[in-house]
């Protein structure tokens, strides 16, 4: 063990030894307000673990609560209780996969007001059975446990869920959930399955937010639809993490004890007034600290500086792309009709056409963002057309965009990680830092600005780091989208040297470009298109001579 963690720990043990010994000392109002901060953090802190990282912002917390207040409810007196806990947990995670099945796809706006209708739906169908099939509309609980108990049992749940937070923030699936959070699309080019990730995550936080639940309902000698499901709860869940942020761990923690001191001190003074003064909260939270109380210190906390090693080599197998009878049309316009060509092994292959040809909307099918109308892709003799993007490039094919995406809020390492972590090969621990590192040095980034927010760069800058991402997958094909659009003369120099080094390690490359000297001076062969047709293609001179492109770009408005 390392003797600079010993304060920390000895720290840790003693608050831990205050958390558990609480009910000893303190018991009626004290001890219900610690068991309301316990459950606050519990949901909190569950609601943080998926909504935290990925940015879809859920208003089910009190679904899946109400749910496993009434698994107790109902379960409580069928079997013991830590198998009716389990119940609520199953319960909470089997209606977490319908529900995020279904709805995962949405995003924004749509997915938080999706997640507040199911609160009502749920709450809705609880009732109609209720009053169906029971006759009534509540229940009366006769659960014998003590507060103490109740007290206990929130305090391990908490623990529970900030260990498994951590873990999985150490985990590929948190890399993910960060990915997604900046960019959903990158996510999947970056090899993600972002169904996958989205769920698991969901799945998790519903089984912590039900055992909750059930847990809290012996408190309740009385429970109905409108107390388990009351959607206040979500708010003060979301408001809560808000105020701590839901960056770090211990922002769920640092958000819920003011706040529930704040709230049993509004209700108490000023009953009447409650929501009003929420709503006052809410707001400026948000307006003053959108990224939290742990935004705020780390703002403060200077970041270590390291520094990377440098170039690893590159090897490189036959024959990479075959497409064939490609089409795509939108609407009535035909993006791209009958497109057929092929990449060799170490070929870079130009792209070009004018704007609108339909360029963009090829390197969209090759790797995975659209699917094909018509047509056939191979990527080294395996069919790869209709796959997802994340299958696309965890089989060998990397992208830039044509409009640079980075994932801002990351600083560059972190945004080359992701890709190294979900590669058919991945690398993990500290070699992800130095992979990543030595691909950023490899692409041209300064040192110094491997831990600078990707938002921070220069727009060159950015385009390396969208670079060395693509790299990080270790494909077999890139496809790089105006990848020299919009460098000064010298960044351009620079880009079509490192351009050339990579053909140099092997890497096949299929390149759009507008600036014709680096087609010449780069691309082995051309494909020339215009509105979707492919007018001329093979070596680059001759194709650039064809009479047909000539006329194309002549009478193009980017000639
Ligand atoms: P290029 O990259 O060669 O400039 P694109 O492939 O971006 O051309 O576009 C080809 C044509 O398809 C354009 O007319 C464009 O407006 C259209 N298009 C591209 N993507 C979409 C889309 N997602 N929906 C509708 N039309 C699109
Ligand atoms: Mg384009």
């Known amino acids: 063990m390392n003797m600079r963690h010993a304060p920390w720990l000895a720290l840790g043990f003693t608050l831990l030894l205050m958390v558990a010994g609480l009910p000893l000392i303190a018991s009626g109002y004290v001890l219900a307000v610690a068991i309301s901060m316990l ?267 390291r520094m990377p090693a440098v170039t690893a080599p590159r090897i490189v197998d036959d024959a990479v792309l075959a497409v064939n009878g490609l089409g795509k049309s939108f609407g009535g316009l035909v993006a791209v009709h009958d497109l057929s060509f092929r990449v060799e092994a170490g070929q870079i292959v130009g792209l070009i056409g004018p704007n609108g040809s339909g360029k963009t909307t090829v390197l969209n099918m090759i790797s995975g963002a659209l699917k094909p109308d018509t047509g056939s892709i191979h990527l080294c003799g395996r069919r790869i057309d209709g796959l997802l993007p994340d299958r696309v490039a965890t089989l060998g094919i990397a992208r830039t965009f044509q409009l640079v995406r980075v994932l801002g809020s990351m600083t560059c390492r972190q945004n080359v990680e992701p890709a190294i972590a ?54 077999k094909l890139l496809l790089l989208d105006e990848w020299l659009a919009g460098l000064n003369p010298t960044e351009l120099e620079e880009g079509i040297n490192l351009i050339d080094s990579m053909r140099r390690e092997g890497l096949s490359i299929i390149m759009v470009e507008h600036v014709m000297d680096a087609v010449r001076s780069l691309c082995d062969h051309c494909i020339v298109m215009n509105a979707g047709r492919l007018i001329a293609a093979g070596q680059t001179t001759a194709a650039l001579a064809d009479p047909e492109v000539v006329r194309a770009y002549l009478g193009g408005p980017d000639a």
């Open 422 to 475: 979900f590669r058919a090969r991945p690398s993990s621990g500290n070699a992800l830092d130095e992979t990543a590192d030595t691909l950023l040095a490899r692409v041209g980034l300064a040192a110094a600005k491997v831990h600078m927010p990707a938002s921070q760069l220069t727009y060159i800058d950015q385009k390396r780091v969208e670079l060395a991402r693509a790299l990080a997958l270790e494909p």
């Open 39 to 305: 459950s606050f953090t519990a949901l909190a802190a569950a609601w943080s673990l998926f909504s935290g990282p990925t940015h879809y912002i859920s208003l089910a917390t009190v679904a899946f609560f109400g749910i496993g207040a009434y698994t107790a409810a109902i379960g409580g007196e069928l079997m013991p209780w830590p198998l009716v806990l389990v119940v609520a947990g199953l319960v909470g995670v089997a209606v977490a996969l319908v529900v995020g099945l279904s709805t995962l796809r949405l995003s924004g706006i749509y997915f938080v007001i999706f997640t507040f209708g199911l609160t009502e739906l749920v709450r809705q169908l609880v009732t109609w059975y209720e009053v169906n099939i029971k006759g009534t509309v509540g229940r009366y609980l006769f659960l014998d446990i003590p507060q103490a108990v109740i007290y206990w049992q929130l305090a391990v749940l908490t623990g529970a869920v900030l260990l498994i937070a951590w873990l999985i923030s150490r985990s590929r699936l948190g890399l993910a959930a960060r990915v997604i959070g900046e960019d959903e699309t990158v996510a999947r080019h970056a090899g993600i399955d972002t169904t996958w990730a989205k769920i698991t995550l969901f799945a998790i936080s519903a089984a912590f937010m039900s055992v909750t639940g059930a847990v809290m309902a012996p408190r309740w000698t009385y429970v109905d639809p409108a107390i388990a499901f009351n959607p206040m709860i979500s708010f003060q869940v979301v408001i809560m993490a808000l105020l701590g942020g839901t960056g770090s761990l211990w922002g769920p923690v640092l958000g819920v004890v003011p706040l529930v001191l704040l709230f049993e001190f509004l209700t108490a003074n000023f009953p009447n007034a409650f929501n009003i003064l929420l709503g006052a909260v809410f707001m400026t939270i948000v307006y003053f600290l959108p990224r939290g109380v742990v935004g705020l210190v780390q703002d403060w906390w200077p970041q270590p500086v």
